[in-house]
C-alpha cells in the first residue's frame, strides 16, 4: 500500500472509453446492420455523455424537452387540463435540471457540515446504514480522517488471505473518470497481478470491504466503482505505482463526505438498485438451489443477522451474483450441526462476481465475529469440487 498523494497533473480530457465486451455481445445480436449501427452509435454517444460527466444531466433535460414536445401538442389540441399538466411537469423537469446543473456540475452552493461518525453503531446497523454515495463534498478529507483511512487500508491489507496472491490498494487524490458518482476526488484502487488468480480477486472484495466499513463508520461516503471506472485515467494518476506489466486494476472505490446535493437521475437510480432479493433466493439447503434455507431454524439460528448483512452486500448494479448453501452434518445426538457455508457465483464473470463474494465473506466474517462465532475461509477441496461438479455447480 501506498499512502502518497499522486503528483499534481492536469486532468485527462475525458474520452469514452471502447464498448466493453459484454456490450458487444450485445450488439452483436443484432442481424440488421442498420439497426446495429444506429444501436453502436446511440451506445457510444452515451457512454461519451456518462464519462464527460454530462449523462445525468442530459437525460432529464430530453425528458423535459419530450413532455414540452406533449405541451405544445396538447395546446394544438385545445388546450385544458391535459396541457397544463404536461406544462407544469416539463417546467418542474427543467427547473430541476438547471438546479443540478448549477450546484453539482458548477459547484455553486452553500457550504455542507461534516457528516457525524457513526461509533455507537453496532456491526449490523453499521452495514444497514451504510448505502452508495453518488454525489460527494467538494472538500477534501480531514488530516484526522484521511490518516485514519490509511491505517485502516494498512491493517486489512496485512490480514491473511484467502488465496496466494498478493493485492493492494493504492490511494489517489485527483478527479479520475468515474460513472456514476459525481465531485468525487478521492479514491482507493484495487489492483492484483495481471495474471488471472479468482482467488485474489475474491480477497479484493473480502479486504476492501473491511475498508468500507470501517470508512462508514467514521461517516465517510463510499461507491464501489467497477464497469464505470476509466482505467486509463486511473493509470494516468497512479503513474509510476503501476506496473502494466504486472499488475491489472479490478475495480476502485470513491471515499469522501457525502453530499446533498444529487442530481435527480442519480437519486433515481439509486433507488433502482437499492432493492435485494429476499433471503429464500440467496440461501440455500442443497446443492441446487432448489430448497432455500430456513434460517430462523435450529442450528441456523444461532448466526442471527448475519444472513441479512449478506443479503444487503453491494455488488455491481446490485447485481446479487452471490448464493450460500448450509452444510449440514449429524451431531452426536443425532441432530443437526453447521459444518461450512459454501459460497458461489451465479453468473461467469471472471471479475465483479468474484469481487462480489469476496464482499459477502467480509460481511459473513464481521458478521459472524459480532455474534462471537469464529472459523475461516477455505476453497472446497478437489474431492468437494467433483461433487459440486456432478451437481453442475462451480468447483
Same mark, same amino acid.
Given at each position: 500500500?501506498?499512502?502518497?498523494? /499522486? ?12 464498448? #466493453? ?16 449501427? +444506429? ?7 452515451? +457512454? ?23 405541451? #405544445? ?21 427543467? @427547473? ?15 457550504? %455542507?457540515?461534516?457528516? !457525524? ?32 483511512? +490509511? ?20 490511494? *489517489? ?10 465531485? /468525487?476526488? !478521492? ?14 480477486? *475474491? ?15 467514521? #461517516? ?24 502494466? %506489466? ?61 444472513? %441479512?448483512?449478506? %443479503? ?26 453447521? !459444518? ?18 469476496? *464482499? ?9 465475529? @459480532? ?10 477441496? /478437489?474431492? !468437494? ?11
Amino acid at each position: 500500500m501506498s499512502t502518497r498523494h /499522486a503528483p499534481h497533473t492536469p486532468r485527462i480530457t475525458a474520452t469514452a472509453p471502447d464498448i #466493453g465486451t459484454n456490450e458487444k455481445a450485445i450488439l452483436d445480436r443484432i442481424r440488421i446492420p442498420v439497426l446495429k449501427s +444506429l444501436a453502436t452509435s446511440i451506445w457510444r454517444a452515451k +457512454l461519451h455523455l456518462q464519462f464527460t460527466g454530462w449523462l445525468q444531466y442530459t437525460i432529464p433535460a430530453l425528458f423535459a424537452i419530450v413532455v414540452f414536445l406533449l405541451y #405544445g401538442l396538447a395546446q394544438l389540441l385545445g388546450g385544458g387540463p391535459v396541457a397544463t399538466f404536461f406544462g407544469i411537469v416539463g417546467s418542474l423537469l427543467l @427547473a430541476v435540471t438547471l438546479f443540478d446543473l448549477v450546484t453539482v456540475k458548477f459547484r455553486l452552493r452553500f457550504p %455542507e457540515p461534516l457528516p !457525524e461518525r457513526k461509533d455507537d453503531l453496532g456491526m449490523f446497523d453499521l452495514m444497514r446504514s451504510r448505502r452508495s454515495c453518488r454525489s460527494f463534498q467538494t472538500r477534501k478529507l480531514t488530516a484526522d480522517d484521511h490518516n485514519e483511512l +490509511l491505517r485502516s487500508v494498512q491493517v486489512h491489507s496485512n490480514e491473511p488471505t484467502i488465496g496466494q496472491s498478493p493485492v493492494r490498494f493504492e490511494y *489517489i487524490s485527483a478527479p479520475l473518470t468515474v460513472w456514476p458518482t459525481v465531485n /468525487a476526488t !478521492e479514491f482507493l484502487v484495487a489492483l492484483a497481478p495481471k495474471k488471472y488468480d479468482r482467488l485474489a480477486i *475474491i480477497d479484493v472484495g473480502h479486504r476492501l470491504q473491511k475498508i468500507v466499513m470501517d470508512a462508514t463508520r467514521m #461517516g465517510l461516503g463510499t461507491c464501489w466503482i467497477g464497469p464505470g471506472a476509466d482505467h486509463a485515467s486511473i493509470m494516468h494518476h497512479l503513474g509510476n505505482r503501476f506496473n502494466p %506489466e504486472v499488475d491489472q486494476i479490478i475495480c476502485v472505490c470513491a471515499v469522501g463526505y457525502k453530499s446533498g446535493y444529487t442530481p435527480i437521475f442519480l437519486r433515481i437510480f439509486n433507488a433502482q438498485l437499492s432493492r435485494r432479493l429476499p433471503l429464500s433466493s440467496l440461501f440455500f439447503a442443497d446443492l441446487q438451489f432448489q430448497t432455500p434455507l430456513d434460517v430462523g431454524a435450529s442450528p441456523f439460528n444461532q448466526f442471527g443477522r448475519t444472513f %441479512e448483512i449478506c %443479503e444487503w452486500a453491494p455488488s455491481s448494479y446490485n447485481g446479487q451474483t452471490t448464493r450460500c448453501v448450509a452444510v449440514t452434518k449429524e451431531d452426536e445426538r443425532g441432530g443437526m450441526q453447521v !459444518e461450512r457455508f459454501d459460497f458461489y457465483a451465479t453468473t461467469e464473470s471472471r471479475y465483479y462476481a468474484a469481487v462480489a463474494t469476496g *464482499i459477502w465473506c467480509a460481511n459473513w466474517e464481521l458478521g459472524c465475529k @459480532a455474534m462471537g462465532l469464529y472459523g475461516h475461509f477455505a476453497r472446497l477441496s /478437489a474431492k !468437494e469440487r467433483a461433487i459440486h461438479l456432478e451437481n453442475g455447480l462451480p468447483p
